[in-house]
């Protein structure tokens, strides 16, 4: 009957049964919630290609020059450069020395000539920096810079010197020829003037 309940039967109101079900339910949500995200996290971590340590080691130092590269798959490569690669799981990164910054050039000099053409083959500043080391190392820029050893002549010390002959007659005494020659030799055999000054870097000549 209504208002009783039989002997030994517990009295359990279907009220107090749905609200103590919530009570289980919300108590046990929030914690296996925040399990779940810190596991996502762990995993996410442990799949990083850089461990922190090491990202620091390949960070720049403050206030160092960051030299333009380009990205070839998994690996991004610096321009101008003596080869340094650093990979893990499979990315590489590869450290290149910068040729100095340079000013331009004053009008009427070896230099000046050098850079009208370098712009004009579509080639920027940077490429101008390479140049500028490059044949600094090879001749100092002097017309006239012959190699007794070898037989190297002019900025671009080509070997034998008379290869210039291709670029005009006067190649023994005029920096257009010689630098006019040394880009085209400079273009079909390393592409750019970063890639004589790579090489250099790397090999002691280019």
Aim: proline fraction near 7%; glycine fraction near 10%.
């Amino acid at each position: 009957m209504s208002g009783y309940r039989r002997t030994g039967a517990q009295f359990r109101p279907a009220v107090l049964e749905g609200h103590l079900e919530r009570h289980v339910r919300s108590r046990w949500s929030l914690p296996s919630f925040a399990t779940a995200v810190t596991f996502a996290f762990l995993i996410v971590s442990s799949l990083s290609p850089l461990e922190s340590a090491e990202a620091r080691a390949l960070a720049p130092a403050p206030g160092a020059p960051v030299a333009v590269g380009e990205i070839s798959g998994q690996g991004y490569v610096f321009t101008d450069a003596v080869n340094t690669p650093v990979e893990r799981d499979g990315f590489s990164v590869t450290h290149f020395s910068t040729a100095p910054a340079v000013a331009r050039p004053d009008p009427g000099t070896a230099k000046a000539i050098a850079y009208d053409q370098v712009t004009a083959r579509g080639w920027g500043q940077s490429e101008y920096q390479c140049l500028v080391a490059l044949w600094e190392r090879e001749s100092n820029w002097n017309v006239s810079a012959a190699n007794p050893t070898s037989g190297a002549y002019g900025i671009p010390q080509s070997l034998p010197g008379d290869r210039m002959a291709s670029a005009g007659a006067d190649w023994r005494t005029n920096p257009a020829t010689q630098i006019t020659w040394g880009l085209e030799y400079i273009a079909g055999r390393y592409g750019t003037p970063c890639g004589a000054w790579q090489h250099s870097e790397a090999k002691g000549w280019y």
